[in-house]
């Protein structure tokens, strides 16, 4: 399995430019989740997924923020405008409910100037 | 609801020096706890795990964890860190919302040759 794959790898744009990320979990797992990792705000969880269900976007930071899983292979996350203090990487990482265990992609790199 | 707590945010050690670091999480129910590593510039991996049985976890790279119930506690250990080792560390708890794993802050690990 190529493991949970995200794209773009990096992205550099202005603000109030749309952004949108993507992730193909690992085939098979039923969660799906996304992080945004700082410097000052460590490792924050944003949204999960359940068998393409959003289950708790608590951590959505406001509503510029956006998520869907439109089928068992693809997530985006959206952010629409984008603001300088968006900058950040953002991971996405899919788990089997039995196992709980998180598999991580390698995240995307977000710069916004 | 859940929460983990990681002791140290930074350690620096010399080569062939012993590691631990310090984990608790507050949670009166059964749970799963993860240990996961990231080196510099890359995602986050799993070290090792422990759902149930022997509370002495053995993980990859030599790392080893222990958990103690009644400390709700789930200390990471290596008995000789490499340079290789320099990165950070994240102890994680999925108790109270499965399939939600709660992360530790992280403890930035440095080894000097």
């Known amino acids: 399995d190529a493991g949970v794959i995200q794209s773009p790898r990096h992205e550099v744009t202005e603000m109030g430019q749309e952004v949108t990320l993507r992730c193909k979990p690992i085939s098979g797992h039923d969660y799906l989740f996304w992080y945004r990792q700082t410097m000052m705000r460590g490792l924050e969880l944003l949204i999960y997924?359940?068998?393409?269900?959003?289950?708790?976007d608590s951590g959505m930071p406001e509503d510029r923020f956006s998520a869907k899983m439109p089928n068992a292979s693809f997530s985006t996350l959206k952010i629409q405008p984008s603001e300088p203090r968006d900058s950040a990487v953002y991971f996405c990482?899919?788990?089997?409910?039995?196992?709980?265990?998180?598999?991580f992609g390698e995240g995307s790199r977000l710069t916004v100037l | 609801a859940q929460s983990v707590s990681q002791h140290n945010h930074h350690v620096i050690l010399s080569e062939a020096a012993s590691l631990e670091l310090g984990c608790n999480y507050s949670y009166g129910g059964t749970v799963n706890l993860f240990w996961y590593v990231q080196y510099p510039g890359q995602h986050l991996q799993l070290l090792l795990k422990?759902?149930?049985?022997?509370?002495l976890v053995k993980g990859i790279k030599g790392f080893e964890a222990e958990f103690i119930k009644s400390k709700f506690s789930f200390n990471l250990r290596k008995p000789s860190v490499q340079w290789s080792d320099t990165a950070e560390y994240f102890c994680a708890v999925n108790g109270d919302s499965w399939g939600k794993l709660q992360f530790g802050a992280g403890t930035q690990v440095v080894v000097t040759p």
């Open positions: 990482a899919s788990s089997l409910a039995a196992t709980g265990e998180l598999f």
């Open positions: 997924f359940n068998n393409n269900v959003p289950i708790d």
């Open positions: 422990y759902f149930s049985g022997d509370p």
